[in-house]
């Protein structure tokens, strides 16, 4: 599946957990519906990735963890916040960076209107 092909079918799954649920609950609960919306999909993915960090060839493992990682392939970073900052920005692309993924979202479900808090990052 293409990155383009694939982040619309992610956002979608967004979408219907949004419009279903609102804004205003933990992201956590988000994860879950979200998760739920993917396996309906048939897309794969994984929850709570291990992110290590390397500094000076040494492998540390600094607690860092990927909400969802789709198709091996696209970062999901879920957020429910009064507003996106660009510290949210650069963690994404940090994650994306160090683990060599290709694509992200960020995705802020504390919005009326889930397109408004989507964020696409490519790396």
Do not use: W
């Not at 919306?37 to 493992?61: A, G, I, M, N």
């Not at 009064?82 to 994404?92: C, G, M, N, V, W």
């Amino acid at each position: 599946m293409q990155f383009e092909d694939l982040t619309y079918s992610i956002r979608g799954a967004a979408t219907d957990v949004h419009r279903e649920l609102g804004p205003g609950l933990l992201e956590s609960t988000y994860e879950e519906c979200l998760c739920c919306e993917l396996s309906q999909r048939r897309l794969k993915f994984q929850r709570q990735v291990t992110l290590p960090v390397v500094y000076k060839h040494l492998r540390l493992d600094c607690g860092y963890r990927l909400d969802v990682v789709v198709e091996s392939t696209v970062v999901l970073e879920i957020k429910s916040v009064e507003s996106l900052s660009p510290l949210h920005d650069a963690q994404l692309l940090t994650y994306l960076r160090i683990g060599r993924y290709p694509v992200g979202l960020l995705i802020n479900f504390n919005t009326p209107v889930l397109k408004d808090g989507i964020r696409r990052f490519v790396c």
